[in-house]
């Protein structure tokens, strides 16, 4: 909230929003991980230019090799002139205990103007905890993780700030995500699977690919101050991906661990604290937007049917 206040009195030249089709973007995306590297991926194919950002000089040349220009988020210079060029911002790094470092790093440098579209990539832990029952994007945010916590108070800085300066900034709220070379099929492969059963708790995922439609789908039809579910149609017990996955490849069902077992990672068991049925209707709505993979099952049989992906920095 602070990084906007500065630079309010800037308010009368900021970009207002213009509701047209956005084919060949030129994205700035602030950080360049699995998500932002697939996004900025899909601009240069519709004919646009990418930028994404990323500390480790590792990433930075696996982004470049893909045609994405890789700056260093602390190079203010380098970020002033992409945002400068960018006509939209994809904010996919995660917030810390200052809030979100996005925002931090690019308030100071957008003295002129933003560009005709931000999105801030959150996630459905926002909600916490619902017994199993469905949230919408208007229900109460009771997010019962820190991690929960900070995005709602990243969502809560993005959206105050941007009220009433002409900003087109919307929300996309994510469950666990999954795509070529993240998925369960590649921990069955690598042996690194867990089966984990607890019972009465469900979740939603969804594709990388499905992901970016939406975003894309946005850009088209920018709405300030919108909050998209971005889910598949099926939420399911983690158990059943994974006994469905292991049966279909023909691999031994991975052994069985409790949900607080040591093997399981902690991002994995942040899964495990919330249990819930995520809505997608608001963005199939408003977006025009469907999931391509509608479900787990013919998002992972796409991966079987796909190459073996090149094992890049993530």
Request: glycine share 8%; proline share 8%.
């Amino acid at each position: 909230m602070r990084e906007f206040a500065r630079f309010a009195q800037h308010s009368d030249r900021l970009s207002l929003p213009m509701n047209r089709p956005v084919t060949a973007p030129s994205l700035l995306v602030f950080g360049g991980g699995y998500l932002g590297r697939a996004a900025a991926r899909e601009a240069l194919k519709r004919g646009g230019q990418a930028t994404a950002t990323s500390r480790d000089p590792e990433r930075r040349r696996s982004l470049a090799a893909e045609g994405v220009s890789a700056i260093d988020p602390a190079d203010a210079d380098a970020l002033r002139t992409a945002l400068e060029s960018a006509t939209a911002v994809l904010i996919t790094a995660a917030p810390d205990a200052h809030g979100c470092p996005g925002l931090r790093a690019l308030a100071p440098v957008a003295s002129q103007a933003w560009p005709d579209w931000i999105g801030y990539v959150s996630s459905t832990s926002v909600y916490g905890d619902r017994a199993g029952g469905w949230v919408f994007e208007d229900g109460p945010l009771n997010a019962a993780s820190l991690e929960g916590a900070r995005r709602v108070r990243a969502e809560r800085d993005w959206l105050d700030g941007a009220q009433g300066m002409g900003l087109t900034v919307q929300i996309f709220r994510l469950p666990g995500f999954y795509g070529p070379g993240r998925s369960f099929i590649d921990r069955l492969r690598d042996g690194t699977a867990r089966l984990v059963r607890k019972p009465g708790q469900v979740f939603n995922r969804i594709h990388v690919d499905d992901v970016v439609s939406a975003l894309f789908a946005s850009m088209d039809r920018p709405r300030p101050g919108a909050a998209y579910n971005l889910t598949d149609d099926e939420p399911s017990p983690a158990n059943m991906v994974v006994e469905w996955a292991a049966d279909r490849m023909g691999l031994p069902r991975p052994p069985e661990v409790d949900w607080t077992d040591d093997s399981v990672s902690e991002a994995m068991r942040r899964f495990y604290l919330d249990s819930k049925r995520v809505s997608n209707a608001l963005a199939k709505a408003e977006l025009d937007w469907r999931p391509a993979y509608p479900s787990w099952r013919e998002g992972l049989e796409a991966l079987l049917d796909a190459p073996p992906p090149l094992r890049l920095v993530s």
